[in-house]
């Protein structure tokens, strides 16, 4: 998979969930760009997409591997590397990021504690700067975690977001109380596989599911 694609991977300000929201040019970001896995960790595999690091990645994590070694794995594994954008968080809040000198400019990365933000083809570093300025405001008033999420992405697109549009996003987040299993029970899972405007719809849809969840409660 080929996108312009912008990402953010994150652990909660309670430090209790991991999260992963991005959107790109592409169809269906959401199933082949982010993998969770609760307890463990969050993978972002972007520009030219390998979904085989999403396995690998995580399953690294697992055997106690830092993300920094994970990184080297990866790389080990696939001749076309320099292609690729990877950000990768583990469960304690260690991050890293992957940028290829082959990933259409502007590429980059904001690696900070707790988060990490990747992007490439995108109108400058702005894009990444404004969701990490979003995700640390948000944070420290208590932002819904995946609320949140989506909030950085709709700053990243306020700040010129990729060059060539956004057709399709997605969000996931997973407390660390939820079993790690081959198909995670995740918090939310909520994506738009098709949409000239797919970031604001995904907010619509997030706060149309969170309403629906609450009424359920009742």
Known sequence: MAGVTFSIVALSSDGGSLGVATATRSLCVGRSVPAIAPGVGAVVTQAWTNRAF??????????GATVTEVLHDLAAMDLAFSSRQVALLSASGAGAAHTGEDTDPWAGAIVEPE??????????????????????????????????????????????????????????????TLPDTEWPELDVDLRIDDHPDAIRELAVLLGRWRAEELLSDD
């Open 115 to 176: 988060l990490v933000l990747v992007g490439h083809d995108l109108v400058g570093p702005g894009v990444l700067t404004a969701m990490r300025d979003r995700f640390r405001d948000g944070a420290g008033q208590g932002l819904e975690f995946a609320t949140l999420l989506v909030d950085c992405l709709l700053a990243g697109d306020a700040a010129g977001g990729n060059r060539r549009g956004r057709h399709s996003a997605a969000v996931l987040t997973a407390p660390h």
């Open 54 to 63: 999403r396995h690998t990645a995580l399953e690294g994590m697992r055997r």
